[in-house]
């Protein structure tokens, strides 16, 4: 702050004031919305924290650095459009903000560019990293950092074992690990956990085909596709035997001798005895979930993804299940119908419905399990949040979730759960046919990738890992691709267009950043004289652009919070990254008067920076060559 402080002074501005959630050592807009609140307050006649909370950051530099709503001031007795025109004509020049422009109902601020490459460039290169990143958004009391941290639960991915790791799950584990970074980075204790598909009858049918089929050897080298292929093969056999069985019913014909030999029945019977704890069927459960998470796991670290917990529907006890339904009862919240006990959500809204929390046979579905597993985790873990990265397919299942927590009187939890949805990847399969497994198809990503890389046979040679790097693009191409339109928007799988270094991709926002790293190698210019560059050599209006847009890094971040969408980063990236491409003949570095290229050095260095940060809170691995 002492050197802040400094350079304000330096700037003829004695103090800023502090308001409530203004950190103006981590976000140097922030000082500029003191100062600009400071001073309209009293031509306005309003309060000053009122004009704080009101100023916000533009979608385009155009529309100025800050924007004032002036509706917002809740002025009587005159029309915004008019206020706007009085107020801007009345604001004075300042050192660190321009005549401010009236537009309609809105005023617009524009900084001066002097002092913001002296406030945005030193806090860049001094903060590295955590420039942008907030860490007192996780505190439970900003004012008390004793009071310690809030903690969150992310739930994401969550694959059945033994199924396709479908796009779905792909999803889930790109939004759920950019969820998870973006809450870390604002302080938060986060908790990412993946909670499995891992019991049901399924496993019945599973062991039994294990039994037929199984090959110890392909089991561990690769026990995901091998139980996939199992249960495949399962399936084949039973489907004739269900459809039979159906055809007999139908003409009313007794089907008891046939069900009671089915490979259903006998999965039924293999599942019913997992329940009640047999060992050899347990064993054989554990190890067919034990070497799955394995190797999930290598393919998780791909995506730089590491789970703090691997729970799934096994975790949930029958006894447990058991309380839930006993509550349920004695709250008058479920109620028998026909066998079933369900409860009727129509009287809170007709869109949810009336959902089944017990089968006619006594067994417990989904919805159950999930009602148990939320109150046992915030026992267990005390989260002051938790989110569900879930498609939105399961919307009324989590619908109903969180009001049936809700009637049973566990607003404690209800009010703290939230469900983060997505929309469908359509037309995803690889070059050799339909998708099954994630492997698949990062495989397939970084093979195309590898070809569109060889294609440049010099910048090809200089590459020291070629393998390494293909696959670390191919990686970026799937995860951009699936965070460049809104979660609830459905998007079109395209091999050829995520894979191109032209447009918005991966592989273009790597490009920049390795040509980021290769200027700094060029250059050769240590961090210590880039400390003591002389910033008001700056005077184009390529470095002034590049500055403001630097400058609204912490409010992107800030504001990605409230939208909990990937893209809000993404947009920013790629308009600092075309503002960046379009500098370079400009702002040129070889050539220039070493004072000069000192100053330009140090605004490229700040946006390696930020560009850095911003790829790796999406969860991308930021190449440099």
């Known amino acids: ?104 109902a809105f005023i617009k601020f524009y900084f001066t560019p002097g002092p913001l490459y002296k406030l945005v460039v030193p806090t860049i290169l001094k903060i590295q990293n955590n420039y942008g990143l907030n860490p007192n958004n996780g505190l439970k009391d900003p004012s008390d950092p004793s009071k310690g941290r809030k903690r969150i639960i992310v739930e994401f991915s969550s694959p059945n074992i033994a199924k396709p790791f479908h796009a779905g799950h792909l999803r889930s584990t790109i939004i759920g690990g950019f969820l ?140 447990s299940m058991r309380e839930i339904a006993l509550i349920l009862k004695e709250k008058g919240v479920s109620e028998d119908s026909e066998g079933a006990v369900i409860v009727d959500l129509t009287k809170y809204s007709k869109k949810l419905g009336k959902a089944i929390v017990q089968r006619t046979d006594g067994t417990t579905l989904y919805l159950t399990r999930d009602i148990s597993e939320a109150i046992n985790r915030y026992e267990k873990f005390k989260f002051d949040k938790m989110i569900y990265v879930v498609a939105s397919q399961q919307d009324l299942h989590l619908a109903q979730l969180f009001k049936i927590l809700e009637a049973m009187g566990r607003k404690d939890v209800s009010e703290k759960v939230q469900h983060i949805n997505f929309g469908m990847v359509l037309g995803m399969s690889t070059r050799k046919g339909t998708v099954k497994f994630l492997d698949d198809i990062l495989k397939d990503v970084g093979d195309k990738m590898h070809e569109v890389m060889r294609a440049n046979d010099a910048k090809y040679q200089l590459i020291e890992n070629p393998d390494q790097v293909a696959d670390t693009l191919g990686i970026t191409s799937v995860m951009v691709q699936d965070m460049s339109g809104k979660r609830i928007n459905n998007y079109e799988f395209s091999i050829e267009r995520m894979t191109s270094f032209e447009g918005d991709t991966g592989p273009y926002l790597q490009y920049a950043h390795a040509r980021l790293c290769s200027i700094t190698r060029k250059a050769a210019i240590s961090a210590a004289e880039l400390e003591t560059a002389d910033l008001s050599l700056l005077t184009e209006t390529h470095a002034v652009n590049l500055a403001r847009m630097l400058a609204q890094w912490p409010d992107v971040v800030q504001n990605t919070l409230k939208t909990l969408e990937p893209i809000t980063v993404l947009i920013y990236l790629f308009k600092m990254t075309h503002m960046l491409s379009s500098s370079y003949d400009v702002l040129r570095i070889v050539g220039s008067e070493a004072e000069l290229a000192k100053a330009r050095m140090a605004l490229y260095e700040s946006a390696k920076i930020v560009l850095n940060t911003g790829m790796k809170l999406l969860g991308l691995t930021p190449v440099e060559r």
Do not use: C
């Open 1 to 104: 702050m002492a050197e802040l402080s400094e350079i304000l002074l330096s700037l003829g501005i004695s103090k800023v004031s502090q308001f409530p959630n203004s950190f103006p050592e981590l976000n140097p807009v922030d000082i500029y919305r003191s100062h600009i609140a400071e001073t309209l307050a009293p031509i306005a006649g309003v309060d000053e924290k009122l004009v704080y909370q009101a100023l916000s950051w533009t979608a385009t530099l155009d529309q100025g650095d800050l924007s004032l709503p002036v509706a917002a001031m809740r002025v009587k007795g005159k029309k915004p459009t008019d206020l706007a025109i009085e107020w801007a004509e009345k604001y004075p020049e300042s050192p660190l903000v321009l005549k401010p422009v009236a537009s309609g």
């Open 180 to 319: 998870a970074n973006l809450y870390q980075s604002a302080g938060w204790d986060v908790i990412r956990m993946n909670y499995l598909g891992d019991w049901g009858k399924q496993y019945g049918l599973l062991a039994l085909a294990f039994e037929k089929f199984g090959d110890e050897e392909k089991l561990k080298e690769n026990p995901i596709g091998h139980l996939y292929e199992l249960y495949v093969e399962i399936n084949r056999l039973k489907t004739p035997e269900d459809e039979e069985i159906k055809a007999k019913k139908a003409l009313g014909e007794d089907t008891s001798e046939l069900e009671a030999k089915s490979l259903d029945e006998q999965a039924r019977k293999y599942f019913k005895s997992m329940e009640d704890g047999d060992e050899k069927a347990l064993l054989t459960w554990k190890r067919f979930r034990d070497l799955s998470i394995e190797r999930y796991k290598k393919t998780y670290a791909r995506l730089n993804i590491q789970f703090d917990n691997y729970s799934g529907e096994s975790q949930v006890s029958l006894e």
